[in-house]
């Protein structure tokens, strides 16, 4: 036991310092980091506590498991006994006997079941060989599979019209199947309006009043955002389309051509068979160079592949290339761009292609040739009334052209007026926008043929902001005139055939390879002039 002794201080009488000596005293470090370290020390105290408590907690949780698992071990091994004790009871019993029979007994019937299927299948084929018409029962058989798949289509076009005739009955249209998605006659009528160019906000109202014309309730319209979706959809079902049938088909055709109007360059993408020809794509470029030509290409095909995985699954890439396999031949103009881009997709599918050209194209290099000919041929310092650096022929077709379709610059509706009054169809004069194929020679030949009948027309009527006098005059000078006539002969002779013998309908079409010998005859027989014109290039 210890003892404790008190000790009695001293009393020590207060010091007084002096000012200096006080301002030491303030300024002493050793208080400031023994509290600092006081203060490291409780802290760490603290945290020290902290994880015993923790741990003690950890202890005490694994302890209440322990039992839990002592617990559930000891119930597993009265269940185990339990079940032994049972086993050893069936054993012993007369239902293990009946048991082991009954597996026999199946055992054996499955066997004898595989014999027997054997046994049938042989014979079959015994009788089989013993007939002499093996091969029309096989064609019995093909053809009673077709019959039975008809079957099926008849008897669920015969459900769909037995639920026709009841919503008709009731007076009540049902668009939507399952009351969730609309059916393919609702899409139908989407695609029929948007095909025959009726705006997407017209819609919806257009497909209610023919509803109520014919005395029909519909359950649901769709809104102006479904229709456009629809309109999305349209342009899947046809990429869907275009990929089954490149699969389904060898050695297709694959002709791009692009065009600018109004300052977009538009590329076309389409695909030919023996007999059809399908869209691929009809898209917006940045340019008109090989590279985005090529570019505009690949990425059309892989859109298909893309779409056609997506509803039928399997991998893209194989695809993708059973589709550049089975296409075998390119379609362009003679464009140098053209041309170039075809030798760049080759090299990124790592395939050659046929590289063919279009019989009818080289009618505008024709007209090219013609109008820089007769403008070379022009003297110079010869007053022209109509604007442009073109020849007289050219302007003048062009100016026509302003006359009969342009509101602002022309006058349309005087024009109707005077080619009904002259008896002369409405449409002898199509619309010009530049070097298409035959129209250029067309046109001039119709200016040529009906001379006074149009001269009579421009001497007379609104002025058409000085359009119709600048007109006349070059209309009636002796340079344009013979340059009109030279035009339409050109058409009379060489065009104008030229587009009879390859502009064909598809019923009555040429084959293109036929087509080359026929081309190269042409010129050879250009070239035998006494000047020859170089019109191909």
Not at 239 to 266: R, Y
Not at 288 to 296: E, I, K, L, R, W
Not at 314 to 338: L, P, V
């Amino acid at each position: 036991m210890s003892t404790t002794h008190s000790v009695t201080l001293p009393v020590v009488p207060a010091i007084s310092f002096s000012p200096m000596k006080s301002r030491q005293i303030s300024k002493c470090t050793n208080c400031k980091r023994l509290r600092n370290s006081f203060k490291m020390l409780r802290q760490k105290q603290i945290e020290t506590e902290r994880k015993k408590t923790l741990a003690i907690n950890n202890i005490h949780a694994y302890q209440k498991k322990k039992v839990a698992i002592k617990t559930l071990n000891q119930a597993v091994k009265r269940k185990t006994e339990q079940v032994e004790k049972l086993k050893v009871q069936l054993i012993s019993s007369k239902l293990s006997e009946d048991l082991q029979n009954a597996n026999k007994q199946v055992a054996f019937l499955k066997k004898r079941l595989r014999m027997m299927k054997l046994y049938h299948k042989k014979s079959k084929r015994s009788l089989l060989a013993g007939i002499p018409y093996e091969q029309e029962v096989k064609d019995l058989e093909i053809k009673c599979e077709q019959k039975d798949s008809e079957i099926v289509s008849l008897q669920m076009e015969k459900i769909l019209l037995e639920e026709r005739i009841q919503e008709m009955e009731a007076g009540t249209m049902t668009t939507k199947a399952d009351r969730k998605v609309y059916n393919s006659d609702m899409r139908m009528m989407v695609y029929d309006a948007i095909v025959n160019q009726v705006p997407t906000a017209n819609i919806p109202h257009m497909i209610s009043k023919f509803a109520k014309r014919c005395g029909l309730t519909l359950s649901d319209i769709p809104h102006r955002t479904t229709v456009e979706k629809m309109t999305r959809e349209s342009g899947a079902i046809a990429d869907l389309q275009t990929a089954e049938v490149i699969l389904a088909n060898k050695n297709n055709t694959l002709g791009f051509d692009a065009t600018t109007q109004e300052g977009d360059h538009v590329n076309s993408i389409h695909v030919t068979t023996k007999t059809d020809c399908y869209v691929v794509a009809i898209d917006e470029l940045p340019g008109g160079t090989a590279q985005d030509y090529s570019s505009h290409i690949t990425d059309s095909i892989d859109n298909l592949a893309n779409v056609h995985t997506y509803f039928n699954g399997g991998e893209k890439q194989r695809t993708k290339q059973k589709i550049i396999d089975n296409i075998s031949n390119t379609m362009t103009d003679r464009c140098a761009a053209n041309h170039a881009a075809t030798k760049l997709v080759e090299q990124t599918w790592d395939k050659s292609l046929n590289e063919l050209n279009c019989h009818l194209h080289p009618l505008d290099s024709i007209a090219t040739k013609t109008r820089s000919a007769l403008k070379r041929c022009e003297e110079r310092g010869v007053a022209k009334g109509l604007w442009g650096k073109d020849c007289f022929a050219a302007n003048i077709v062009l100016s026509m052209n302003k006359m009969r379709y342009k509101d602002a610059k022309g006058d349309p509706r005087g024009f109707v007026i005077f080619l009904e009054s002259e008896n002369l169809p409405r449409g002898i004069l199509p619309r010009y926008r530049g070097n298409r194929l035959h129209i250029f020679f067309h046109i001039c030949g119709i200016l040529i043929e009906h001379f006074e009948k149009f001269q009579k027309f421009l001497q007379k009527g609104t002025t058409c902001g000085g359009l119709r006098t600048s007109l006349l005059k070059d209309y009636n000078s002796e340079v344009a005139h013979v340059e009109m006539h030279v035009v339409g002969l050109l058409g009379k002779l060489l065009t104008g055939p030229w587009m009879k013998k390859f502009y064909r309908s598809h019923e009555d079409q040429n084959d293109h390879v036929e087509g080359i010998p026929m081309v190269k005859k042409v010129v050879e027989r250009l070239n035998m002039e006494r000047e020859p014109l170089d019109f191909l290039g």
